[in-house]
């Protein structure tokens, strides 16, 4: 199974309601999908959304990316050959990590498709259900009440809430929240790089003294300040989670040797696709450390491998943020996966299970632009 060509397609899909961060806030869910193709007539399938502001990759970096560098170095390899072909593209330029992770997903996909199995059966097993957390966007409390609960109500056991904007709101946002749900939920905090390390040691003393327990809070500090999330983690009793401090398995080794983090948010648009994120979970694992499999605002041809890894990956990726599927509108994708709330549940077809994506707006017209 040689690969033959690389080709290109953009899908965009609706959020139910606007995603908004200390970062950012989207409202529909835009990714370029990869499409590989091998000489017996199979396609694999990979994506990858922009996120200018956290891995630098824009939708025009991602194609040019594959399409000039990456894709001139898989063309005639062989499928089986899958570390060979996860070098090629690991190699082919630096950085541009959602490129690298759009084709190592369409790959995988082909590889496991090439055996006959689920991608998670070839990653090692395991069983092939799992449960997410939902996100709950930053925005006035009561909003935030509302929608906590209601997620609660739909089946959500952990939430994940959005803060980081202003810390004497940010402390009433999420005691408000607590008030309504703890009994219900576990909750979880991201505050997406929008505190200084005195802040979030303030805010996480203030909530700890009231008796708000809190399963992790991720990223409180800028993603640079790895001196300023050991601080926070050396004082605080809640366990911290880095996410955009950590890429891929270099800068993890160097988070473990610092001891900067108690837990590790693996996603596939950081580590460049699933070779490094088994890495990085392979190295949690040895340390004894946590990690969760999270994602990007990114449509379930890519969430999908990411729920692959964590079903074969169970042992260490103990926490599950794979809810984007179910914050849009709609799925466009005739998959293997079964996204239905906080359950997701991998059929048995082979590789990523993917038959059809809906609205798929072809891209190849303007190859050699
Ligand atoms: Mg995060």
């Known amino acids: 199974m040689k690969i033959t060509d690389i080709r290109f397609g953009m899908l965009r899909i609706p959020l139910k309601t606007p995603f908004k961060t200390a970062l950012r806030t989207v409202d529909q869910v835009e990714d370029v999908i990869v499409m590989v193709h091998t000489d017996d007539g199979r396609i694999g399938y990979g994506g990858a959304p922009a996120t200018a502001v956290i891995t630098g990759d824009t939708h025009g970096s991602i194609i040019e990316a594959i399409r000039h560098y990456i894709a001139p170095k898989l063309i005639g390899l062989d499928i089986a050959d899958l570390n060979r072909v996860t070098h090629g593209i690991q190699n082919a330029l630096v950085r541009n990590t959602s490129a690298k992770a759009a084709v190592e997903i369409a790959v995988h996909d082909l590889w496991a498709q090439l055996y006959g199995a689920p991608l998670y059966r ?6 092939p259900v799992i449960t997410t957390d939902i996100t709950i966007s930053v925005d006035d409390i009561d909003t935030m009440v509302a929608k906590s609960v209601s997620a609660v109500e739909r089946g959500f056991a952990s939430l994940k809430i959005k803060v980081g904007k202003d810390i004497g709101v940010d402390i009433e946002r999420v005691r408000a929240i607590h008030a309504a749900v703890h009994s219900r939920a576990l909750l979880r ?3 997406n790089q929008g505190w200084t390390a005195k802040q979030a040691v303030y805010a996480l003393h203030v909530l700890e003294d009231a008796g708000v327990h809190l399963e992790l809070v991720e990223q409180p500090v800028k993603a640079r300040d790895l001196e300023g999330l050991r601080y926070v983690t050396e004082r605080v009793h809640t366990p911290i989670m880095a996410d955009e401090s950590v890429f891929g398995p270099l800068e993890v080794l160097e988070l473990i ?4 983090a108690d837990i590790i948010n693996i996603k596939l648009m950081k580590t460049g696709g699933l070779s490094n994120a088994i890495r990085i979970a392979d190295i949690a694992s040895l340390h004894g450390i946590e990690c969760m499999m999270g994602c990007m605002l990114e449509s379930s041809v890519s969430v999908a491998a990411a729920v692959h ?3 074969a990956k169970a042992d260490v990726i103990t926490k599950v943020d794979l809810d984007v599927p179910s914050l849009c509108a709609l799925d466009p994708v005739d998959g293997g996966i079964d996204f239905n709330e906080a359950k997701i549940t991998i059929r048995d077809v082979p590789g990523l299970g993917i038959r059809a994506i809906h609205g798929l707006e072809p891209l190849d017209l303007k190859q050699g632009t």
């Open 189 to 191: 905090l991201d505050a």
């Open 309 to 311: 890894l964590a079903v």
């Open 122 to 127: 070839l990653l090692g097993g395991g069983d």
């Open 257 to 260: 040797r610092m001891r900067a």
